[in-house]
C-alpha cells in the first residue's frame, strides 16, 4: 500500500511539473547512516494561476560526486518520469566546486547539453555562512578560539562523568541567567575589579587585555565587511540579481523622463545571457520594446508592484500575447532557486527515517518513505489510482 500511495504521489507532482512551462531544480549530495552516497533533488514549478511550488522529487543513491554522475541521475530521474531536461532554467546548490565549477560543474555540463542558457544560483544562505566562517578564518585568535569549542565540545561529548561535572558547575551559575540585570554586571559585583577570585576559583588576566580584545573585534568586522561586499555586492550585474527589476517596485515614484530609462541597464544584461548564439531564449529588441510598454502600462494601470508573483500573475492573465518575451523572463524569475534549506529539510527527514537501527533500509524504500513524508498532503491527492494499483498488483485474499 505504501507502494501503491507513493506512486500515485509521484503522478500528482509529475502531472504538475509536467503542466508548468518551466522548471528549476535544487540538488545537493549527502551521505546517509549506512555511508551511502544519496543525491536529493527537489523542483520548483509554476501552476497556471503563477504560483509556485516546490516539490520534493527523489532521492537517488549514486557511486561518487562527480558531476558527470550527479547529471546522469538527474537525467535518468526525469527522464523515468517523462519531464524533458530542456524544462531546467535554473539550478541550486551550496555553491560547491562539483555544482559550479566553469568548465566539468553540474551546471556547465548541462549548459553545453541545453537549448536554453541554465542559470546557476549559489543559495544565499550557504553564502552567508561563508561570510562568517571566511572572516573568522582571518583572525588567529578567532581560530584558535573556534578550536578550543571544539575540544571542549569533544572532552564532554562522551563522559558521563564530565558531564555531570558540567552540570554542577552550570548549577552554581544560574544566577547569570536571571532577569533582573545583564550577566556582565551581575558577574562583576560578584568580582568587582581588583579582585582575584569569584566563589573560591582564583582568576587571572593577562595585561590589556580589554585591549586585545576590542583589536580582535574591530579586525573580525572588518573582515566580515570584506566578506559580505565581496560576496553580497551593492551593484551587481549578474543574471540573479538583474532578475529583481522585474518587479518593478518603486516605479509610480519617478518621473516620465526617468522612467523611460529606468531598470533598462539590468534588463540589457539579461538579454545579453539570454540572446548568445543558437541558444537565443528571447528576441533582444522585441524584449527592449515590451519592457517599455510594460513600464507605462504598469504607471497607468496601477498594478501592484510589491510581489514580483502578483505583479506578474497580473500581466499573463490580462494580457498573455503583450509581453511574450518579458513573460518568458518572469517565468525564470519567480523560479529561481535563490535558497536551498528546502533541500537541507529534506536531508533531515531522510536522517529520520534511515536511522542506525534501520541502516538495511534499501534505496527504493527510502525514496517511498520520502515520498510519503515530503509529497503533496494525501487529503489534497485522489487515493482510488492507488487503491487500484495495490488491488491489480497482486491476488489479495480480502477481494477473493
Not at 562527480?66 to 530521474?77: C, D
Not at 559550479?100 to 549559489?122: C, D, I, M, Q, Y
Amino acid at each position: 500500500m505504501q507502494d501503491a500511495i507513493a506512486d500515485s504521489l509521484r503522478d500528482s507532482v509529475t502531472n504538475k511539473i509536467s503542466a508548468s512551462p518551466c522548471l528549476s531544480i535544487l540538488i545537493d549530495e549527502s551521505t546517509d547512516i549506512s555511508v551511502t552516497k544519496k543525491l536529493l533533488i527537489y523542483t520548483r514549478s509554476l501552476t497556471s494561476s503563477f504560483d509556485v511550488e516546490t516539490n520534493f522529487l527523489a532521492n537517488v543513491q549514486i557511486p561518487d560526486g562527480k558531476a558527470n554522475t550527479l547529471l546522469g541521475a538527474v537525467k535518468k530521474t526525469l527522464h523515468d518520469r517523462g519531464i524533458p531536461m530542456s524544462k531546467i532554467i535554473a539550478v541550486g546548490s551550496d555553491g560547491a566546486a562539483v555544482m559550479t565549477g566553469r568548465k566539468n560543474g553540474f551546471v556547465a555540463l548541462l549548459n553545453k547539453e541545453s537549448a536554453v542558457p541554465v542559470v546557476s544560483v549559489h543559495c544565499i544562505a550557504h553564502r552567508l555562512a561563508l561570510v562568517t566562517s571566511q572572516a573568522a578564518e582571518k583572525v588567529p585568535y578567532l581560530k584558535k578560539f573556534q578550536g578550543t569549542l571544539s575540544d571542549v565540545f569533544y572532552f564532554f561529548k562522551k563522559s558521563s562523568v564530565r558531564r555531570e561535572r558540567l552540570y554542577a558547575l552550570e548549577e552554581r551559575l544560574q544566577y547569570l541567567k536571571e532577569d533582573n540585570g545583564p550577566a556582565l554586571v551581575q558577574f562583576e559585583s560578584q568580582c568587582p575589579r581588583g579582585s582575584r577570585e569569584f566563589d573560591g576559583v582564583e582568576i587571572s588576566s593577562e595585561a590589556g587585555i580589554e585591549k586585545q580584545f576590542s583589536n580582535i573585534r574591530a579586525a573580525f568586522l572588518q573582515n566580515l565587511m570584506s566578506e559580505l561586499e565581496c560576496r553580497f555586492p551593492a551593484v551587481a550585474t549578474d543574471v540573479v540579481t538583474c532578475m529583481s527589476v522585474l518587479s518593478l517596485r518603486g516605479l509610480s515614484f519617478l518621473s516620465e523622463d526617468a522612467r523611460k530609462h529606468w531598470g533598462t541597464e539590468q534588463l540589457q544584461n539579461i538579454i545579453d545571457f539570454y540572446s548568445l548564439g543558437d541558444k537565443a531564449f528571447v528576441d533582444a529588441e522585441e524584449t527592449l520594446r515590451e519592457w517599455s510598454m510594460c513600464k507605462d502600462m504598469v504607471h497607468q494601470q496601477h498594478y501592484p508592484c510589491t510581489s514580483i508573483c502578483q505583479l506578474w500573475q497580473i500581466l499573463t492573465s490580462r494580457h498573455p500575447d503583450t509581453f511574450p518575451n518579458l513573460c518568458k523572463i518572469a517565468q525564470v524569475a519567480v523560479l529561481l532557486p535563490l535558497q536551498t534549506a528546502t533541500v537541507e529539510r529534506g536531508f533531515s527527514v531522510q536522517n529520520l527515517i534511515k536511522r542506525s537501527h534501520r541502516n538495511r533500509l534499501s534505496s527504493q524504500r527510502l525514496d517511498t518513505l520520502m515520498q510519503l513524508a515530503l509529497g503533496p498532503p494525501v487529503r489534497e491527492v485522489s487515493l482510488a489510482p492507488a487503491v487500484t494499483k495495490w488491488r491489480r498488483d497482486k491476488k489479495r485474499k480480502l477481494f477473493c
